[in-house]
């Protein structure tokens, strides 16, 4: 059974900084690509960053690209999303991804097959 564990969010300034992760425990955490999402409220869920098995590729949104930083850690089963000089725009429920087996997760959400529970991050003005 593979769980996916979020922790990091909550109230956080515009321009400050918060640092958010996910735990994986269950199968090989190199046999998962990973990804990061996000829904705020009356919107669809919609794709923050992702990054390949290896980490050797990520992949941002653009409303992202340049402000936050997707990474992950293999000894401590990890991904974490750095996030750098948030927005209000930016808040809402984060939630971290698995694909299995694929290199890289992509982009769209029907990619990944296991998910967190969410973590609320919100951002003031």
């Known amino acids: 059974q593979v769980q996916l564990v979020e922790s990091g969010g909550g109230l956080v300034q515009a321009g400050g900084s918060l640092k958010l992760s996910c735990t994986v425990s269950g199968r090989t955490f190199s046999y998962y690509a990973m990804g990061w999402f996000r829904q705020a409220p009356g919107k669809e869920r919609e794709f923050v960053a992702a990054?390949?098995?290896?980490?050797?590729?990520?992949g941002y949104a653009d409303s992202v690209k340049g402000r936050f930083t997707i990474s992950r850690d293999h000894a401590k089963k990890t991904v974490y999303l750095q996030m750098n000089s948030p927005k209000p725009e930016d808040t809402a429920v984060y939630y971290c991804a698995a694909r299995p087996g694929y290199y890289g997760g992509g982009r769209s959400s029907s990619n990944y097959d296991y998910w967190g529970q969410g973590t609320q991050v919100t951002v003031s003005s």
């Open positions: 990054i390949s098995q290896d980490g050797g590729s990520t």
